[in-house]
């Protein structure tokens, strides 16, 4: 396959992907599925799971909110080879996007059915098409998560979903580096008229993550059919490069906020993983990492990713005491936001009404599961008793996920677990509610309750949560950096 995509205006694809939502399609009210939620932190992973799963499908399969990527008939047969077919299945029209626009109305229209992928599509005339690095980015990181690929991927169709996104990956990349690198080599939103926007930080280490992840699906030696195709199919070196351009310019638009230091760290672990030249990643991670211990910061997503970032901090570079901070931090800083009346965390100021975005939930999730996953047994187990109230809180019950994402779930996954575990029951059929089952931009909580203030999709801040919102497979979970790797850096 080339390593090198090509995405052009004004040609949808007809690809077999569709056969994989027309098998799982159910009926709309199958959404509203009889019982109550009884979830624990384990159960929740599964509906984290299926809500980032069908923003991410919806964002780059079924909405049309990019352009249309052109995909040869040869390089389709390799994908369902190593998908584990041996013939080709029916294909059903659907459009699949390379490059992805920073933003759309996902509102579904009448005749949507989730039986005939084609009639998802959004409307057109809500795009904002302008071509955002963090839009690319945070779409590749996910797109680019092996863990993410490996549950609930039993099935030839779940495993063809998953390798037909590999040319996606490839296509945002491409025009990560052919389109938007502005003039000073850092990566900027790109309008329709052809001109930049003002660079920021956090779009910097976003790329930075999402190159570095494709680089470490293409050499990786695990022998699932993931890593397999990306083995056989990607070439790494093609990358390299705009990896070394994505770390000079996270080198010198430097993070200025706790969560841009947080994400920084991360972004920097990964880029380690795939080079052998790792000090400056190292020092920019602990120069990061130690202003985090200077101060985390007061706003939310702050004190947040200030947990994850320092706890991935002493992950990466085998210092306890960034391990210790962040335990402190969650302490200290984070759990006294908790208000388990209403079931989520705000600061003191925001008592008389506050806001949920994506970037504000993901931050939590982040550090929520960074405490429950790799801090001592009384933090990890505070972790873990908030992490489902929070979850069903701000998903279900402020309504930042708009609908439910039970139709795209296959009856065989749901013959195994009650359909509580993988999507709320109070959440509507996408159908009914006549919205795609992604997540929103805004939900508000003032006297009256809850509200949702920004129903359009942001790509950007929508697949940043994408990202944060993970189950852990065989240990390894796809926002942190992989364990069995770390002890090859020091």
Do not use: C
Not at 210 to 233: E, K, P
Not at 441 to 454: E, I, P, Q, Y
């Amino acid at each position: 396959m080339n390593t090198r995509r090509h995405h052009r205006a004004g040609k949808r694809l007809v690809l077999s992907l569709a056969i994989v939502l027309a098998a799982a399609a159910l009926p709309a009210t199958a959404a509203q599925s009889a019982g109550g939620f009884d979830g624990d932190a384990d159960n929740v992973d599964t509906a984290a799971h299926w809500a980032a799963r069908s923003t991410l499908a919806n964002a780059v399969m079924f909405s049309g909110l990019g352009e249309p990527l052109e995909l040869s008939m040869s390089e389709l047969d390799e994908l369902l080879k190593h998908a584990g077919y041996v013939a080709r299945p029916p294909m059903p029209e659907m459009a699949l996007v390379g490059a992805v626009y920073a933003a759309g109305s996902p509102r579904l229209g009448d005749d949507a059915d989730f039986a005939k992928p084609q009639t998802l599509a959004w409307q057109a005339n809500t795009f904002d098409r302008t071509l955002d690095p963090g839009a690319q980015a945070w779409t590749l990181a996910k797109v680019a998560s092996p863990e993410f690929h490996l549950r609930y991927h039993d099935r030839k169709p779940d495993r063809l979903a998953a390798l037909l996104m590999l040319p996606q990956a490839q296509a945002q990349a491409e025009v990560l580096e052919r389109r938007l690198l502005d003039p000073r080599r850092l990566f900027a939103a790109r309008g329709t008229d052809g001109r930049f926007a003002e660079p920021n930080a956090r779009d910097q280490a976003a790329v930075l993550w999402g190159v570095s992840n494709l680089i470490l699906a293409a050499t990786s030696d695990r022998t699932d059919y993931w890593h397999a195709a990306y083995r056989d199919l990607v070439d790494p070196t093609a990358y390299r490069a705009l990896a070394g351009m994505a770390f000079e310019a996270v080198n010198e638009l430097r993070p200025t906020t706790p969560a841009d230091r947080a994400l920084a760290i991360e972004a920097l672990g990964r880029y380690a993983l795939t080079t052998d030249d790792r000090a400056g990643a190292f020092r920019l991670a602990r120069e990061h990492a130690d202003a985090l211990l200077e101060s985390p910061g007061r706003a939310l997503e702050d004190v947040a990713l200030a947990v994850y970032g320092l706890n991935e901090a002493g992950r990466l570079l085998g210092d306890d005491d960034f391990s210790k901070a962040a335990t402190e931090t969650f302490r200290n800083d984070l759990l006294p936001l908790w208000r388990a009346r209403v079931g989520v965390f705000r600061t003191p100021e925001a008592d008389t009404g506050f806001s949920y975005t994506p970037l504000r939930m993901g931050a939590v999730a982040a550090a929520l599961n960074a405490m429950r996953w790799h801090a001592g047994d009384a933090v990890a187990q505070q972790a873990a008793d908030i992490y489902p109230r929070f979850m069903e809180t701000v998903l279900a019950e402020a309504g930042l996920q708009l609908a439910s994402p039970l139709p795209l779930v296959a009856p065989g996954y749901r013959e195994a677990e009650p359909a509580a575990h993988f999507a709320h029951p109070a959440l509507p059929a996408p159908t009914e509610a006549g919205v795609a089952p992604v997540f929103a931009s805004a939900v508000h909580r003032d006297d009256d309750g809850w509200r949702v203030t920004d129903d359009r999709f942001h790509t950007a801040s929508a697949m940043f949560l994408a990202n944060m919102l993970v189950g852990r497979h065989d240990g390894q979970a796809d926002p942190f950096l992989p364990g069995n790797q770390l002890s090859r850096l020091r």
